[in-house]
T-cell receptor, first 114, second 110 residues
């Protein structure tokens, strides 16, 4: 069974540009989560999808971040326009059941904003 | 919101010894607490889950305890091996929103 995959693995962009990160969860997992780890800090929750619906987006930093999960399969996270403080590693995770279930994490996308 | 504290200093131990990692939290006790392992350049990998009404959980060489009075979880690796060297994260599961600690790096020396 394939795990959670993320694309790209690395992205380097200039401040003010747009970047779109993609996450493909484990097949059949309705729950999809985005997290972010900035340098030296802990992994922080961004948002949670159940199928195509946003269940909780309380962790999204501001309206420059837009997450979508059309069709309830893969998800994208767009940052527009990117700022220096957006640099970090963005992780995606998926789970079958949700609360109390194991979350399976992807390898992350390392975003560097110059 | 929850604040999770894990020892930021690396834990260095000799192969064969037991490693004990600590996770302390403030505020309310979560229904679930999970421990993950993270290797450089990779995403966290699930190890163990413990519920608030469980005192202890074991899996092979791993043991987790959960004390809601102390607001603390301890993670033990017995008979540690160099392959156990990694960063270990605790995560509090609050209704599908995870609060992670910053992790403790474990170095097991041969």
């Amino acid at each position: 069974e394939a795990g959670v995959t993320q694309f790209p693995s690395h992205s380097v962009i200039e401040k003010g540009q747009t970047v779109t990160l993609r996450c493909d969860p484990i097949s059949g997992h309705d729950n999809l989560y985005w997290y972010r780890r900035v340098m030296g800090k802990e992994i922080k929750f961004l948002l949670h999808f159940v199928k195509e619906s946003k269940q909780d987006e309380s962790g999204m930093p501001n309206n420059r971040f837009l997450a979508e999960r059309t069709g309830g399969t893969y998800s994208t996270l767009k940052v527009q326009p990117a700022e220096l403080e957006d640099s970090g590693v963005y992780f995606c995770a998926s789970s079958l059941v949700g609360w109390g279930d194991t979350q399976y994490f992807g390898p992350g996308t390392r975003l560097t904003v110059l | 919101s929850q604040k999770i504290e894990q020892n930021s200093e690396a834990l260095n131990i000799q192969e064969g010894k037991t490693a004990t990692l600590t996770c302390n939290y403030t505020n309310y006790s979560p229904a679930y607490l999970q421990w993950y392992r993270q290797d450089p350049g990779r995403g966290p990998v699930f190890l163990l889950l413990i519920r608030e009404n469980e005192k202890e959980k074991r899996k092979e060489r791993l043991k987790v305890t959960f004390d809601t009075t102390l607001k603390q979880s301890l993670f033990h690796i017995t008979a540690s091996q160099p392959a156990d060297s990694a960063t270990y994260l605790c995560a509090l599961d609050n209704f599908n929103k995870f609060y992670f600690g910053s992790g403790t790096k474990l170095n097991v020396k041969p």
